[in-house]
């Protein structure tokens, strides 16, 4: 298949794809400022690709990369961080700065995965102190046309594989950025090559969520008491997901009509787990499987604010009851093989009962009840649902709401939790119309007096002349 070489501003690109040394396809972005050294470049390209000679192909990229980057670094020495490539220093960073800002397992093994898919493949022979802006810029471009992976690749041709979004963009720029800033004092290069207007355009994808009519359906319609109760709870008391199943049952005072949240349940990669310190973690539960490389544990929730009481009503308690009575039963039925872990919502024999196996349940019985895929939520969506609901209830008092949800900011709630409804527009209009155009009316009628039949009026009725005269001093009052 023949190059296509396009001109940006001045320059002339194409792109191509390779295998690395793993034999990996890998996309490649090449610019030249001359079109006949661009058009004897691609020629080259598919020559090489054409006898299948994939050896040279990824010496030539290897070559060109280091050629951009360059890699001239005669007046440093071995030991100066000034010559140190782009993988030895990222990797010593990412622990550190794991540390510094105290991320969560599940952060961190993220962080792991976008520098190892996304970063390194393009930076990581490059010397940390030649990379310029404009690499910056070639490395943003190359990633916004990167296909997809995993399963929105499967079983799809090349042009059906959708390209990476915004917000993946985005969250590589939220690594590269602090990496180059901290690089640059560390000594591994003089300048920063990175500035926040090369920040990737992104648009906030919003979390889908129900009215209150849908909810109070869901809460009539769903059989299964352990779904059932999950999603009373994240409605009710705008729980996360994790906090949710990780409910401790010993917390909760049903005579007063309360409970702690204090944990949520999660799985994280085992490798990021050891890496990091686990002052956060309440609880690693057994692997199912000995080579299996995540782990369930039970951390402490997501900010210091979201540690909260969580406050029950009548049908809640009622409902939390007889789910205490069921455990109690479970544990008389397996005995030995219960597993307490002192948790509400878990399986028949005490086993943690993960936040993606519960949000699979939710969309499971969402399908059967014929619901819609435009209307379909996942069990976050209902926290979003609970704190949109609540504000209108409360005639937006962020404060309570937040209070309620764990929320560590009014801009985290009005940004990412509210939306205007189209009932509420509705209403609004009406109001306006009410007020606006009333006053309107209101104006016409009194231009449209007729002054001269009053006159008549008063003429021919002296009394009734008299008691306006005497009523003129309190109308004087009032307006």
Request: proline share 4%.
């Amino acid at each position: 298949m023949a190059i296509s070489i396009k001109q940006r501003g001045k320059k002339y690109t194409f792109t191509f794809y390779y295998k690395d040394e793993n034999g990996i396809n890998r996309q490649q972005y090449e610019a030249y400022s001359n079109l006949d050294k661009a058009d004897e470049r691609a020629k080259m390209i598919e020559f090489l690709k054409w006898k299948n000679d994939d050896k040279t192909l990824l010496q030539l990229v290897n070559e060109y990369n280091a050629n951009k980057a360059g890699t001239k670094t005669k007046h440093y020495s071995k030991n100066d961080n000034m010559c140190k490539t782009f993988s030895e220093f990222i990797w010593a960073w990412a622990q550190r700065h794991a540390h510094k800002v105290r991320m969560k397992p599940s952060s961190y093994a993220g962080l792991k995965r976008n520098i190892r898919n996304h970063i390194e493949p393009y930076f990581g022979k490059m010397i940390v102190s030649k990379i310029t802006p404009e690499t910056i810029e070639d490395f943003f471009f190359q990633l916004s046309q990167k296909k997809c992976r995993g399963a929105k690749s499967y079983k799809k041709s090349e042009d059906q594989i959708p390209t990476l979004k915004g917000s993946s963009l985005m969250k590589v720029f939220n690594i590269i950025r602090p990496a180059f800033r901290d690089a640059e004092t560390w000594g591994y290069t003089k300048r920063n090559p990175i500035s926040s207007d090369q920040a990737p355009a992104y648009k906030y994808a919003k979390r889908k969520f129900w009215k209150k009519e849908q909810v109070q359906h869901a809460l009539e319609k769903i059989n299964d008491p352990v779904l059932h109760l999950a999603v009373h709870l994240a409605f009710m008391c705008n729980m996360r997901p994790g906090e949710v199943v990780g409910t401790d049952a010993e917390g909760i005072d049903l005579a007063n009509k309360y409970f702690q949240i204090s944990q949520a349940l999660q799985r994280v990669e085992t490798e990021a787990l050891e890496e990091l310190a686990q002052d956060d973690i309440i609880r690693i539960f057994p692997k199912k499987k000995p080579d299996a490389k995540t782990v369930m544990i039970l951390k402490k929730p997501k900010t210091e604010k979201s540690e909260r009481k969580g406050f029950l009503n009548m049908k809640l308690c009622e409902e939390i009851e007889k789910r205490l009575q069921q455990i109690e039963q479970d544990k008389r039925y397996y005995g030995k093989d219960y597993h307490d872990y002192g948790l509400l919502l878990c399986f028949p024999n005490g086993d943690p009962i993960e936040p993606r196996t519960m949000d699979k349940r939710f969309k499971k019985w969402q399908k059967s009840d014929g619901v819609s895929a435009e209307d379909v939520i996942d069990m976050q969506g209902l926290r979003k649902s609970a704190t949109m609901y609540k504000l209108r209830l409360t005639n937006y008092d962020v404060q309570v709401v937040g209070g309620e949800g764990g929320q560590t900011s009014a801009t985290t709630i009005l940004d990412h939790y509210d939306e205007v409804l189209e009932e509420d527009r509705r209403k609004l209009s009406i109001q306006v119309e009410n007020d606006f155009y009333g006053r309107l009316k209101q104006k016409r009628v009194t231009e449209d007096f007729d002054l001269r039949r009053l006159f008549k009026e008063l003429v021919e009725q002296p009394d009734l002349a008299k008691k306006l005269y005497a009523c003129l001093p309190v109308l004087q009052k009032a307006t």
